[in-house]
């Protein structure tokens, strides 16, 4: 199958044909991840190029995205993103593709906010102009299954749901009746009915499901096992069908940050088992104007010849033996750091240049040592939601006065040894130690905020320009 996007104007605006459809839930644990993935990966084995995105700011059910469709998926956040941005994001990420599917975030109206929309799947549905495949949990009732479907499909007129999938369904009959129940009561279409499988589940632990990255052979037969399930009881058709006929939506322009412009800097990135939590846009702005040079932080001795750091979240704490093993190219780090040419580490990075991380058991391990702290684990995440942050004072990232609006989710909590050199001011979220983020020692700084390139765009510039100067051993002076 190939399809080729249609620009046309549409009363004077430029627009876009895409074919999408998001799958969102009535709430979390519904099922989305696993149709989601399940239904990418039933549409790759019918010769579909899919380009998978995911609501919100999510990093592990896009790297399952990416294993079952070899496509990086793209975050579609409307609480960063201002609505232009996120289009862009959708749009550019969509070339040379057939199918777009979205993977939506927690209840399709759940938000940062019990009155408003922003950050929800609904708002992003009205955004992209994108039709909605409800996915409902329908264990344990059968009529009761109208009133909830009429619920999400009355409560916001311009969300445009134009299916329903009924998941876990238990006996023959019981299927029938809530199918019944939504096709005759409610007047929404089935699109599947998928019975209660034990046998199929994704494992998972304190931060949610285990990132594809770390089991890539037993997840991929898992894919096949979900896409096999998706074939067998779900409408794949119709789910074309919604998406082909989706309505046009506005060409926006692509942002600036991604032209390529090239700097003559070599970024490194640790991408590996460990440290895998990237927005993929922000690997995308840094390879438009830099060489991206991917290390492996558990099997690679040596830094190669890069001017740049840049160290995102992941699971350091499952990896600590292993990390600490690497003696070698801890040391590599923390003389690169101390050499002042310009690392970013954010949450599972900043773990990992501290001092020792102390797991639940209580066991320490030594990390690259750079940062004077040490992080340890609590089994109640410390911190969880979005994050709206005062630039303090300049650094190799952000300027001062600046305001940065990004996600932080963590069980670990830093444990300073001495007085640390703060950059950044929390005006909502947690930050390192409810007031501040974003140490700073040299020219490396550290924060629990995750931020994506789009919501703060002259991350990719103030951090290319700090190692320009490193590079050409010039002082570094922030402005």
């Known amino acids: 199958m190939t399809f080729k996007t249609v620009l046309k104007a549409e009363n004077g605006i430029e627009t876009m044909d895409i074919p999408r459809v998001i799958l969102s839930g009535t709430s979390s644990r519904v099922g989305k991840t696993m149709l989601s993935i399940g239904l990418m990966r039933a549409l790759v084995n019918r010769g579909y190029r899919v380009q998978p995105y995911k609501v919100g700011p999510d990093f592990i059910d896009p790297s399952f995205h990416y294993f079952a469709t070899r496509r990086y998926s793209r975050n579609l956040d409307s609480f960063m993103l201002a609505r232009n941005n996120l289009i862009e994001s959708f749009e550019r990420s969509f070339k040379n593709a057939d199918i777009a599917i979205i993977e939506g975030t927690m209840g399709l109206y759940d938000s940062h906010h019990a009155t408003d929309e922003k950050g929800s799947t609904a708002e992003v549905s009205k955004i992209l102009k994108c039709p909605v495949i409800l996915i409902a949990n329908v264990e344990r009732m059968s009529r009761t299954v109208a009133p909830l479907i009429l619920g999400y499909k009355i409560f916001d007129p311009e969300v445009r749901i134009e299916?329903?999938?009924?998941?876990?369904?238990?006996?023959?009959?019981?299927?029938?009746?809530?199918?019944?129940?939504?096709?005759?009561?409610?007047?929404?279409?089935?699109?599947?009915?998928?019975?209660?499988?034990?046998?199929?589940?994704?494992?998972?632990?304190?931060?949610?499901?285990?990132?594809?990255?770390?089991?890539?052979?037993?997840?991929?037969?898992?894919?096949?096992?979900?896409?096999?399930?998706?074939?067998?009881?779900?409408?794949?058709?119709?789910?074309?069908?919604?998406?082909?006929?989706?309505?046009p939506i506005e060409d926006v322009p692509e942002h600036p940050v991604f032209s390529r412009n090239p700097s003559g800097v070599r970024v490194g990135v640790l991408r590996d088992r460990s440290f895998n939590f990237y927005y993929e846009d922000n690997i995308?702005?840094?390879?438009?104007?830099?060489?991206?040079?991917?290390?492996?932080?558990?099997?690679?001795?040596?830094?190669?010849?890069?001017?740049?750091?840049?160290?995102?979240?992941?699971?350091?704490?499952?990896?600590?033996?292993?990390?600490?093993?690497?003696?070698?190219?801890?040391?590599?780090?923390?003389?690169?750091?101390?050499?002042?040419?310009?690392?970013?580490?954010?949450?599972?990075?900043?773990?990992?240049?501290?001092?020792?991380?102390?797991?639940?058991?209580?066991?320490?391990?030594?990390?690259?040592?750079?940062?004077?702290?040490?992080?340890?684990?609590?089994?109640?995440?410390?911190?969880?939601?979005?994050?709206?942050?005062?630039?303090?004072?300049?650094?190799?990232?952000?300027?001062?006065?600046?305001?940065?609006?990004?996600?932080?989710?963590?069980?670990?909590k830093v444990l300073p040894r001495k007085k640390l050199n703060f950059a950044l001011r929390v005006r909502r979220g947690k930050g390192i130690d409810g007031k501040h983020d974003g140490a700073v020692q040299k020219q490396t700084l550290v924060n629990y905020i995750h931020l994506h390139v789009l919501s703060y765009p002259p991350m990719i510039h103030r951090f290319l320009k700090a190692a320009k100067k490193s590079k050409s051993k010039k002082g570094i002076k922030f402005d």
């Open 163 to 247: 299916g329903v999938i009924l998941n876990r369904t238990g006996t023959e009959r019981h299927a029938m009746k809530a199918r019944l129940a939504a096709e005759k009561l409610v007047k929404m279409r089935v699109i599947g009915v998928i019975p209660r499988r034990n046998d199929v589940v994704i494992p998972d632990r304190h931060l949610g499901l285990i990132p594809a990255y770390e089991k890539k052979e037993e997840f991929e037969e898992l894919f096949d096992k979900l896409a096999g399930l998706v074939e067998e009881h779900l409408d794949i058709d119709a789910v074309i069908d919604i998406a082909y006929r989706s309505r």
């Open 284 to 412: 995308d702005a840094f390879a438009s104007k830099a060489e991206v040079v991917f290390i492996d932080s558990l099997s690679d001795r040596r830094l190669p010849d890069i001017d740049a750091l840049y160290i995102g979240g992941g699971f350091p704490e499952i990896f600590a033996e292993e990390l600490e093993k690497n003696r070698k190219l801890r040391e590599e780090i923390y003389n690169f750091c101390d050499s002042g040419r310009p690392v970013y580490a954010e949450c599972g990075g900043l773990m990992y240049l501290g001092e020792n991380l102390r797991l639940l058991d209580k066991s320490e391990y030594e990390m690259v040592g750079f940062m004077p702290y040490d992080t340890e684990m609590y089994r109640r995440f410390q911190a969880l939601g979005y994050s709206i942050y005062r630039v303090a004072k300049s650094n190799p990232v952000s300027k001062r006065g600046d305001l940065l609006i990004g996600h932080e989710f963590h069980y670990s």
